[in-house]
């Protein structure tokens, strides 16, 4: 197992790095969680665009999943250059299972990933929507972050696998008339028939 106990071990397992992958039909798919690390707490923070909260007693559960099964799915991170942490991309309750207030561990089971900004908010809220557990104004404060870091409608519905009116609609939930400028719009809505 290896240890991440500083800056200097991720940079050590970041060269030493031997990616796992298994073959599809749709290419080679890699698994990451054949590349569990265990990082020092302290040198991991929650993300800023994902702020979720979990009652307490869904944590004890949490909790009691873990000392039956033991943890079974590691948080998944990716490394901040300007901070020089580790920011979690998902499993922010998993790794506050580690702190004191839980099972006061030392260190969280983590998989590490290396995405740039766009990336870690769009791998969040599939990870979020793969579970079923998503809420609208989140994902509405994600596709604004997004579209304001210049990425285009049609790549956020491609990458998040929804609908253009899926994307304005979260639009008009942030209230932001900037995100709407430049584009063009038909004076009316037109009715198309589907065939059988």
């Not at 596709?143 to 409608?153: A, D, F, H, P, Y």
Request: charged share 25%; with cysteine.
């Amino acid at each position: 197992m290896i240890y991440i106990n500083s800056i200097a071990d991720y940079y050590q397992y970041r060269q030493n790095l031997n990616k796992v992958f298994v073959k599809s039909k749709k290419g080679d798919i890699e698994i990451p969680c054949l590349n569990t690390v265990l990082i020092k707490r302290e040198l991991i923070i929650p993300n800023y665009w994902n702020p979720n909260y979990v009652h307490k007693d869904k944590m004890a559960e949490l909790e009691d999943s873990i000392l039956i099964s033991g943890f079974c799915f590691p948080a998944v991170v990716f490394f901040n250059d300007e901070l020089e942490l580790f920011m979690i991309a998902d499993g922010a309750h998993r790794n506050k299972m580690t702190t004191s207030d839980w099972l006061d561990m030392s260190h969280t089971p983590c998989v590490i990933r290396e995405y740039d900004e766009n990336t870690r908010m769009i791998a969040t809220m599939q990870f979020n929507k793969a579970r079923g557990v998503h809420q609208v104004d989140l994902d509405a404060d994600i596709i604004k972050s997004l579209i304001q870091q210049g990425m285009s409608e049609i790549d956020i519905c491609n990458h998040l696998k929804i609908d253009l009116e899926t994307v304005m609609r979260y639009k008009s939930l942030t209230g932001i008339a900037d995100l709407f400028k430049n584009q063009i719009y038909s004076t009316s809505w037109s009715m198309i028939q589907k065939k059988d």
